[in-house]
């Protein structure tokens, strides 16, 4: 079955420099996430999009900015690279569920871009 | 607020082995409920998922996990661990709508 796709898998950066990250979700999946997890640490919620509009934020520096294409595919843009921005970026996608009906549907979780800064 | 602890930072057991990874959570409504996993280098593969109804729930891999409310707590646990399962075990809360809160993780060896 067709997984989320991201690329690059690794990105190495110098501080002050730009890096695009890209997403692309699972067929037929309206919605996709932005997470990030640092060295040793639990994956953070940065950002979401739902039928291309921004769904939900969390803690995304205002550096960065991330949208969801037609295709529905998303890249996460990120400027000033500081060092404490090198971690492990995790795309999600889900088809998400009508509101109103509480329930939720699973994340499906790419394999993440590592992104270094030097 | 919504949190997920994972008490056990570190479990070592040995292959063919039971084991049973802690998770507790604190969410005021009926929880949704998820244990992931993370082998080096990868991303995340769900394993199972609790929504409601039966409080065992069967994943992937031979994994299963309880849900017990009284104690704000879903377990993960498998009868015969093998090599191949050393990896890094999070537990997720569903919090608002579609959005995950992960706990710390618990790292996964096995020993020979």
């Known amino acids: 079955a067709a997984g989320v796709i991201q690329s690059p898998r690794h990105l190495i950066k110098e501080k002050r420099e730009t890096a695009t990250l890209k997403c692309y979700p699972i067929p037929r999946h309206d919605t996709v996430y932005w997470y990030q997890q640092g060295p040793g640490q639990d ?30 595919h998303s890249e996460l843009n ?10 492990l970026y995790f795309c999600a996608s889900s ?11 699973p994340l499906h979780f790419g394999n993440g871009t590592r992104l270094t800064v030097t | 607020a919504q949190s997920v602890t994972q008490p056990d930072i570190h479990i070592t ?10 998770c507790n959570y604190s969410y005021g409504a009926t929880p949704y ?14 394993l199972l998922k609790y929504f409601s109804g039966d409080t065992l729930v069967q994943g992937i891999k031979g994994f299963e996990a309880e849900f017990k409310r009284s104690q704000s707590s879903f377990n993960l646990r498998k009868p015969s661990v093998h090599w191949s399962d050393a990896a890094e075990y999070f537990c997720a809360v569903g ?12 790292r996964l060896l096995v020993s020979p």
């Open chain 1, 43 to 72: 994956p953070q919620f940065l950002i979401s999009f739902y039928e291309k509009m921004q769904s939900d934020k969390g803690s995304i520096p205002d550096r960065f900015s991330a949208q969801q294409f037609s295709d529905y």
């Open chain 1, 78 to 87: 990120m400027s000033s690279l500081e060092l404490g921005d090198s971690a």
């Open chain 1, 95 to 105: 088809l998400t569920p009508p509101l109103g009906q509480g329930r939720f549907s």
């Open chain 2, 13 to 22: 057991v040995s292959e063919g082995a039971s084991l049973e990874l802690r």
């Open chain 2, 33 to 46: 409920l998820f244990w992931y996993v993370q082998s080096p280098g990868q991303g995340l593969q769900l």
């Open chain 2, 95 to 106: 919090a608002g709508f579609q959005k995950l809160v992960f706990g710390t993780g618990t």
